[in-house]
Nanobody, 122 residues
Framework: QEQLVESGGGLVQPGGSLRLSCAASGITLDYYSIAWFRQAPGREREKVSCISNVDGKIYYQDSMQGRFTISRNKSSDTINLQMNSLKVEDTAVYYC???????????????WGQGTQVTVSS
């Protein structure tokens, strides 16, 4: 059964860093465009970043540009999201999703994980 699993979430102080990872069973992530979404309490899910499997292009939401870095690790078939200079407003559940292209909504993707909690607090 196809399944994505996120890891690396946790509690961090403002200004700190976390590295999220997305791994899969039943599919090969290298064959897909992979996105990270997040959803904070009371807010809609939003796309954070995406890396295309077609042309390698990378997308970041404006507020994450320069702070977050998405990357593929082909040897381990994982997708990482390095998050630096974290802010309280980055607190959310972070999800990875795999699809044929970098769509803008969660529903554009074929496979999703259950999410990992990121809490930024002093």
């Amino acid at each position: 059964q196809e399944q994505l699993v996120e890891s690396g979430g946790g509690l961090v102080q403002p200004g700190g860093s976390l590295r999220l990872s997305c791994a899969a069973s039943g599919i090969t992530l290298d064959y897909y465009s992979i996105a990270w979404f997040r959803q904070a309490p009371g807010r809609e899910r939003e796309k954070v970043s995406c890396i295309s499997n077609v042309d390698g292009k990378i997308y970041y939401q404006d507020s994450m540009q320069g702070r977050f870095t998405i990357s593929r690790n082909k040897s381990s078939d994982t997708i990482n999201l390095q998050m630096n200079s974290l802010k309280v407003e980055d607190t959310a559940v972070y999800y990875c999703a795999a699809g044929a292209y970098c769509g803008n909504t969660f529903e554009d993707y074929l496979y999703w994980g259950q999410g990992t909690q990121v809490t930024v607090s002093s």
